[in-house]
């Protein structure tokens, strides 16, 4: 059985270190970041990362600019965002045209989590998850939307 490896972006320590080992005890393998910033340089030394879990808010790099920096730099993995904010954000609502992403309202429960993995899991399958929001040859339009961010991190 191949591993399917778990990227979770969360400056929540406690949150964070919950769900990795709760990740782990279900058969994931998990990697952590504190923020978006950490996220890009896991990403590059781990180039496999089958899922990404982020925040929505978070210091240096939030989970959005996270998406856009993936869809730019060809990781084409799903998002799962978490976010605690009632109402989204414009900022988030583009982030969620993505193909393959979805968000969950904090608290999350774990097995609401673990469901949504296994949505993600569906996704990645059914679109392989070219990120049509933010794939300029797929859609060039979506290139210059406000408030995208393209940040050159390799």
């Known amino acids: 059985m191949e591993t399917y490896t778990i990227l979770f972006a969360e400056d929540e320590d406690s949150l964070r ?5 709760l990740l782990r005890s279900e058969g994931y393998e998990c990697l952590e970041a504190r923020n978006g910033e ?17 925040d929505f808010n978070m210091p240096k790099l939030n989970g ?3 998406l856009f920096w993936c869809r730019q730099n ?6 799962i965002f978490m976010t605690a904010n009632v109402e ?10 993505d193909c393959c992403s979805s968000m969950l309202q904090k608290p999350v429960s774990f097995t609401q989590l673990l469901e949504e ?14 990120g049509k929001a933010f794939n300029p040859e797929l859609d060039p339009v979506k290139k210059d939307f406000p408030g995208q961010q393209y940040l050159d991190h390799r």
């Open 17 to 21: 270190e919950i769900f990795t080992e």
């Open 38 to 54: 950490e996220a890009i340089e896991v990403l590059k030394a781990h180039p496999k990362v089958d899922l990404v879990l982020t």
């Open 64 to 66: 959005t600019q996270l």
């Open 74 to 79: 060809d990781f084409h993995m799903p998002f």
């Open 88 to 97: 989204r954000l414009p900022i988030e609502e583009m982030a969620l045209g």
């Open 117 to 130: 993995i296994e949505r993600a899991k569906v996704r990645n399958h059914d679109f392989e998850c070219h």
